[in-house]
């Protein structure tokens, strides 16, 4: 396992994200009505907002055990996903939220996938990385390398509407949620890591810094975005 991989482990969450983002975008899902619903993602504050907004007990599914362990502490009802996996329903789901990563080739799958799980008139918060613009060559290169290949903001969009899916809004994650909710608790996490001067960690240190340097420079060529959709 990597070095990033090691320190993220030991976080909140694997990826951006924030409580106010979660609370964002579920208003501007408006008014949900519900009586099943599923969370899938990597942290356990999300869920959180969508059983107050909704009151429904819903179902969190997890990527990694030890994040799925985590929200059974808290007492959701836990289990774990394999990459395109979504947990069954009989008659279809009523309300999701689906946190994912890039998916260069993936989007259109997952939202087939994801739309042939839903009830008639469900709706979907689905989040995937996005180039908001044309990005440099140099960030096109790095972003790829770390996180995988993202579609520009406006094929998922394109996607979605192949899909079926009606577009309701969508919401793009603010640099906060990447200074703020990820990069700053990883530069903590990282100082108890600084006193030792083996190759591996020194390392992986400077690929961390690395990647908070391409971000305060790139912010603006790349970030989640959360669309909201309706079956």
């Known amino acids: 396992m990597s070095f990033i991989s090691n320190l993220i482990q030991d976080m909140e969450r694997s990826t951006a994200g924030s409580e106010e983002t979660a609370r964002k975008v579920m208003a501007l899902c408006g008014s949900v009505k519900c009586e099943s ?3 899938v993602g990597d942290e356990s504050v999300t869920p959180r907002v969508i059983a107050e907004k909704t009151g429904v ?51 259109p799958l997952r939202l087939e996938r994801l739309y042939d799980s839903l009830k008639k008139g469900a709706v979907v918060v689905y989040r995937t990385l996005c180039w908001l613009i044309d990005p440099s060559p140099d960030t096109r290169s790095y ?16 996607f979605a509407k192949e899909q079926r899916f009606k577009l ?15 990069y700053r608790p ?31 420079l790139h912010s603006e060529e790349y970030s989640y975005v959360y669309y909201i959709l309706e079956k």
């Open 143 to 158: 972003v790829e390398r770390r996180f995988g290949r993202p579609v520009p903001l406006d094929a998922v969009l394109r």
């Open 57 to 107: 007990k819903l179902l969190t599914a997890f990527f990694e055990q030890h994040r799925a362990d985590d929200a059974a502490k808290l007492g959701f009802e836990t289990c774990t996903v394999g990459a395109f996996e979504l947990p069954e329903k009989e008659g279809g789901w009523e309300f999701v939220w689906l946190n994912c990563g890039a998916e260069p080739d993936g989007v």
């Open 37 to 39: 619903a599923l969370f």
């Open 186 to 216: 990883m530069s903590e996490l990282i100082k108890k890591y600084e006193g030792l001067l083996d190759n591996e960690t020194s390392a992986g240190i400077g690929e961390v810094n690395k990647e908070m340097y391409m971000f305060d």
């Open 168 to 182: 309701r809004d969508f919401y793009i994650a603010p640099k906060t949620d990447w200074t703020n909710g990820f």
